[in-house]
């Protein structure tokens, strides 16, 4: 229920964002949503679980490492998944994408083992340059086949 809720809280700020630009949320952005942010939420845990230990929240004497890596890792799956049938499904195009998203979690997941960070996706992200270039040609191949055609 833990990583769940913290999920949760994820999906809805992008519910309260599609609904801020009235823009209508499909199944397969909630499903994919709900699996990045589940996957966020096991890492947070498991740096929590690994760095400080069950003293920090009384939730962690339910976890392990181990158990919190397999929820990390089923989740990361699933997300990857469900990008990948949702731009297909959307816009086939976007499939160039789909290999940008996988190292992007590739990349994070080494943040996670190697340099012990990743509690705080943001700073991960902000703290690496391969992450932050891997953003940046998502942003500019979603762009570039969503961008409209004159003529």
Request: aromatic residues 14%; proline residues 3%; glycine residues 6%.
């Amino acid at each position: 229920m833990d990583i769940f809720t913290i999920a949760i809280g994820f999906v809805l700020r992008v519910y309260a964002g599609a609904t801020a630009l009235s823009v209508p949320v499909s199944d397969w952005m909630f499903i994919t949503t709900l699996s990045l942010a589940l996957y966020l939420a096991a890492v947070k845990r498991r740096q929590e679980l690994s760095q400080i230990g069950v003293k920090s929240r009384k939730v962690l004497e339910k976890y392990s490492v181990s158990l919190v890596d397999r929820y990390a890792e089923i989740s990361a799956t699933s997300a990857l998944i469900f990008y990948s049938m949702f731009v297909m499904s959307a816009k086939s195009q976007l499939v160039i994408t789909v290999p940008l998203v996988m190292f992007g979690m590739f990349r994070y997941w080494y943040i996670v083992e190697k340099f012990e960070g990743g509690e705080s996706p943001t700073d991960a992200l902000l703290s690496d340059w391969q992450l932050l270039l891997t953003v940046a040609l998502w942003v500019a191949a979603c762009g570039w086949v969503l961008w409209p055609v004159q003529g």
